[in-house]
């Protein structure tokens, strides 16, 4: 089992930042496509960004490239969501999301989520 726990999340203004943090535990990582998705009021989940975490290898989606940046803390299981330049858009629940293998942009592949945080940005 893989317990993952989001932080971070909160209401800021258009254009601002926020920084989700993901905590993670339970196994051993190294074998792990970690990411996180996200979900606005009535629509779909859907992919923002991933990490193959043994080699730190990422991918965003187009709807977020050069805005938000993934990355992840080995030592201290630790997952980051980097957001900059916030749009309205963008505000929805943000998962944290584990698979074994590589990384997945489909939520059916995902095996574990965690509870999700809200990000709601402010026009």
């Known amino acids: 089992q893989v317990q993952l726990i989001e932080s971070g999340g909160g209401l800021v203004q258009a254009g601002g930042s926020l920084r989700l943090s993901c905590a993670v535990s339970?196994?051993?990582?190294?074998?792990?496509?970690m990411g996180w998705f996200r979900q606005a009021p009535g629509k779909e989940r859907e992919f923002a960004a991933g990490?193959?975490?043994?080699?730190?290898?990422?991918t965003v989606a187009s709807s977020v490239k050069g805005r938000f940046t993934i990355s992840r803390d080995s030592a201290k299981n630790m997952m980051y969501l980097q957001m900059n330049s916030l749009k309205p858009d963008d505000t929805a629940v943000y998962y944290c999301a584990a698979r074994r293998g590589l990384v997945s942009t489909t939520t059916r592949e995902i095996e574990y989520w965690g509870q999700g945080t809200q990000v709601t940005v402010s026009s």
């Open positions: 990490i193959i975490w043994s080699v730190g290898r990422t």
């Open positions: 339970g196994r051993t990582l190294t074998s792990y496509g």
